[in-house]
């Protein structure tokens, strides 16, 4: 369900995860400082999640309004989720700006993709 243009949200049912994929489309143009927050709200009776990945395997470079984003998510289940927050397909240029910004620890990565 694409709750923000360029960004869908499903619920996994069988892993317990929000799963949120993020296209590039999302990070053109205008910018959507609030993406993060319409997650939450569109979550808010989910109940008992494993966890929230974020899917960035269609959006390989990403701005900062989706990293303030991503640390609002992790503020918001980063405790709460026994697997906290998860980005999956994650490209290697991603994780070098989390680990500059020393944010890289707040989030588990899955199937990171080798190649920008």
Not at 1 to 17: E, F, K, S, Y
Not at 29 to 43: F, T
Not at 67 to 82: N, S, W
Not at 103 to 115: G, H, I, K, V
Request: with cysteine; proline share 4%.
């Amino acid at each position: 369900m694409a709750i923000v243009p360029g960004l869908d949200i499903t619920v996994d049912h069988q892993r317990n995860r929000a799963i949120i994929t993020v296209y590039r489309e999302f990070d053109e143009g205008l910018k959507r400082e609030e993406w993060s927050q319409a997650v939450i709200d569109h979550l808010a009776n989910a109940k008992n999640l494993d966890a929230v990945e974020v899917n960035l395997g269609k959006c390989p470079i990403i701005s900062s309004t989706v990293i303030a984003g991503l640390v609002h998510l992790y503020d918001q289940y980063g405790e709460t989720c026994p697997q906290g927050v998860i980005l999956r397909h994650c490209t290697s240029h991603v994780q070098r700006i989390l680990e500059m910004m020393k944010l890289l620890p707040m989030f588990s990565l899955e199937d990171p993709l080798e190649r920008n």
